[in-house]
């Protein structure tokens, strides 16, 4: 059981380039999301998804977008890269919240930093 | 608006003294409490949850946390700090399809 795994680990962007960030799970999550981690501001989400074929926006979606045609991928687009989005990305994974609601753990993936130049 | 706020930025303890981190939350209902620890470089690992019950939870690596209606809190302590504690501690509030994180407290352990 892997988890959730992120590619690439590490990657520079020039300025208008765009790129996609990987994100798999194995533990037949429903819910997946993407989060930017800056120094001191703690985790903002970006997107996230209740299921296959379904996305919504989180906190701070502009300059990205997403898709998840399965339920194991959720990759993050970024079309015209900023230094702006210099930032740590991390995926996370939970189970189907339940009729009556409420929430379950979330299993995050180990990031992707990102530096725009 | 649902909101997590963790006053301290960042602590220093001796190895062996207790901790205490802080965290108080915003919430209109009955909130699900996280605390994550993200070591440097790493993604986040959970400590421990509260859902229901028992306020006073047991989490892993000898972690335990207190929620406190009355007060919105969730503070989260350890009797005994080991070097290997050095990380970033997150508190975090689940609601419904998101979670809401606080921005973390710096723990840092002199020997």
């Known amino acids: 059981n892997a988890g959730v795994t992120q590619t690439p680990k590490f990657r520079i962007l020039k300025i208008g380039q765009s790129m996609t960030l990987q994100c798999t799970q194995d533990?037949?999550?429903?819910?997946m999301y993407w989060y930017r981690q800056d120094p001191g501001m703690g985790l903002k989400l970006i997107y996230y998804?209740?299921?296959?074929?379904?996305?919504d926006k989180g906190e701070v979606p502009n300059g990205y977008n997403v898709s998840r045609s399965t339920t194991e991928d959720f990759p993050l687009r970024l079309e015209l890269a900023a230094p702006s989005q210099t930032s740590v990305y991390f995926c996370?994974?939970?189970?189907?919240?339940?009729?009556?609601?409420?929430?379950?753990?979330?299993?995050f993936g180990p990031g992707t930093r990102l530096t725009v130049l | 608006a649902q909101s997590v706020t963790q006053p301290d930025i960042h602590i220093t303890v001796s190895e062996g003294a207790s901790l205490e981190l802080r965290c108080n939350y915003s919430?209109?209902?009955?909130?699900?409490l996280f605390w994550y620890v993200q070591s440097p470089g790493q993604g986040l690992q959970l400590l421990l949850k509260?859902?229901?019950?028992?306020?006073l939870v047991q989490g892993i690596k000898g972690f335990e946390a207190e929620f406190k209606r009355s007060q919105s809190s969730f503070n989260l302590r350890k009797p005994s700090v080991h070097w290997s504690d050095a990380a970033e501690y997150f508190c975090?509030?689940?609601?419904?399809?998101?979670?809401?994180f606080g921005t973390g407290t710096s723990l840092t352990v002199i020997p």
């Open positions: 996370a994974s939970q189970r189907a919240i339940g009729a009556l609601g409420g929430t379950d753990t979330q299993y």
């Open positions: 533990m037949n999550h429903n819910y």
């Open positions: 998804s209740v299921g296959a074929g379904i996305t």
């Open positions: 919430y209109g209902a009955t909130p699900y």
């Open positions: 509260y859902f229901s019950g028992d306020t």
């Open positions: 975090a509030v689940g609601a419904r399809n998101q979670f809401y």
